[in-house]
């Protein structure tokens, strides 16, 4: 008796007397599958020479072997590329592709409620990466409610039932306060990013607690905020207020690089010297940090590392369920402006 011809994946499925989901599984070595059953189905694809046709793989398992970065509608006449994440990305695409995934830039609407689910129902992403300074409230209650595989960046370490990866941002605005009071410096500002930002509110921790541990409180004079998505006019703007308010201020902790270089060209502008005059720290340590005038002290957060965690972690949940929380240090590093 002739056996019937092994072309494609449901043909190795009979024969081995397994699903389909399983034989793509073992032929992508996936750790969900036994090493005896394994070996058993490649055997069979061996011995009838079967050739995966990756494409149709994916598309009847409604797989794409891609994960989507979730981007927001913006002003591109105010927007400003942000170095940080663009630091983010670098890392998120070289993990996702030593385990050969793609990256998927997508940009979704505020009051769109649906793209997650249009995404997973037509295969063409199997998980997301958030980043939870644009990621709205309710983008996010949706994606748990879908139970979509996703991870984000910037939200502490939580009861939430979901992956993230975040920075050490108290110890972050705690070390960076901490250098300028050590530096003799007494009147120190906070310019933060918007106020209801959990990373920002732990920032103002940090530097509230350095202040009270010195003996001295916050002053409310010396707190601006500004708008992430417009570092150099918010953050000019913001530094402006601080040095309207706080005349004799003598330094300043800065929530990002990118709104420290607009904040030191403001205070230029009003006759002060960096750092005789006004000491500036900055966060995130973008790579453009150590080339300003004069080169940025700062916070350094470890963008790279922090894109191969998020699709790391992402794609271990996608394999496995396992939801995983993790924090990166913080790292003080001192240059001129400080």
């Given amino acids: 008796m002739v056996s019937a011809p092994v072309h494609t994946i449901a043909d190795i499925a009979r024969l081995a007397g397994v699903s389909k989901s399983t034989v793509s ?10 090493a005896e059953t394994k070996e058993r189905i490649r ?4 011995e009838h020479e079967f050739q995966m046709n990756v494409p149709a793989r994916r598309l009847s398992l409604k797989q794409s072997h891609a994960v989507a970065l979730v981007t927001y509608e913006y002003d591109a006449d105010l927007a400003v590329p942000d170095g940080f994440m663009l630091e983010i ?23 769109d409620a649906d793209w997650a689910r249009r995404y997973l129902e037509t295969g063409r992403a199997d998980g997301f990466i958030l980043l939870s300074a644009t990621c709205t409230p309710r983008h996010l209650r949706t994606l748990v409610e879908l139970g979509a595989p996703f ?13 993230s990866v975040s920075g050490d941002s108290f110890t972050g605005g705690k070390l960076a306060t901490e250098h300028l009071l050590r530096s003799g410096r007494s009147r120190i500002a906070f310019l933060g990013g918007p106020a209801g930002e959990p990373e920002v509110q732990d920032r103002y921790r940090g530097y509230e607690t350095a202040l009270r541990e010195a003996g001295t409180a916050a002053n409310p004079a010396l707190v601006a905020h500004a708008d992430w998505d417009q570092p150099e006019t918010a953050g000019a703007a913001a530094m402006r207020q601080l040095l309207q308010r706080g005349p004799d201020l003598d330094a300043v902790f800065v929530n ?8 030191m060209d ?12 006004v000491a500036v720290v900055g966060y995130d340590d973008v790579a453009f940090a150590r080339h300003s005038d004069p080169p940025l002290t700062t916070i350094r957060q470890n963008g790279p590392l922090a894109g191969k965690l998020l699709a790391e972690n992402l794609i271990q949940h996608l394999n496995t369920g396992v939801v995983t929380n993790v924090s990166i240090p913080a790292e003080l590093v001192v240059r001129r402006s400080a």
């Avoid at 055997?43 to 061996?46: S, V």
């Fill in 266 to 277: 403001t205070i230029r502008d009003h006759g002060r010297r960096i750092p005789e005059d």
């Fill in 256 to 263: 990002s690089d990118l709104m420290a270089f607009a904040a």
């Fill in 151 to 163: 991870v984000i960046w910037g939200e502490p370490p939580g009861a939430h039932a979901y992956s």
């Fill in 89 to 111: 990305m670098s890392g998120i695409s070289g993990a996702l592709h030593a385990s050969d995934y793609d990256l998927l830039v997508i940009q979704v609407s505020p009051d």
């Fill in 43 to 46: 055997a069979i694809a061996r």
């Fill in 25 to 34: 599984r073992a032929l992508n070595d996936s750790p969900l599958i036994g």
